[in-house]
């Protein structure tokens, strides 16, 4: 979930020879409320909108879904977060904290051999 590593890490290692990669072409975005310590982030209602598509990949990969399968939760997971935040009353939530869970969405990407699993 390195950030950016989707641009060139993540296709140079597939080129010489990592069966596949799941990663962010661009930075990830993180919105969160007041946590000073990973694990504040970590329990942030704000911050679960973002970690929790971002480690559902993981997660998928760890239970033996194929690189194709865990990237299609990663994706309906961050999609059902966007639709909760573009619906919800509060326009911070449905503007600021969307536009930077979408920029998220988009930017995900698989690589390689879509088929692979653990």
């Known amino acids: 979930m390195s ?5 060139s890490l993540g ?3 597939v080129e010489i ?3 596949s990669y799941i990663g962010y ?3 990830f975005k993180l919105a969160y409320l007041n946590g000073k310590t990973g694990q504040q982030i970590l329990n942030d209602p704000v911050a679960k909108f973002f970690l929790d598509p971002a480690f559902e990949a993981v997660i998928a990969l ?3 879904d194929t690189v194709e399968n865990a990237y299609k939760k990663s994706q309906k997971m961050y999609a ?3 639709r909760k935040l573009i619906t919800s009353s509060s326009t ?3 503007t600021v904290v ?13 690589l390689g051999d879509l088929q692979a699993n653990f």
């Open 3 to 7: 950030c950016d590593s989707g641009a």
């Open 11 to 13: 296709p140079a290692c």
């Open 17 to 19: 020879g990592a069966l």
């Open 25 to 27: 072409r661009k930075e």
């Open 62 to 64: 760890i239970n033996g």
């Open 80 to 82: 059902r977060n966007l």
């Open 92 to 94: 911070e939530y449905n």
């Open 98 to 110: 969307a536009s930077l869970l979408f920029h998220n969405l988009k930017y995900q990407v698989r």
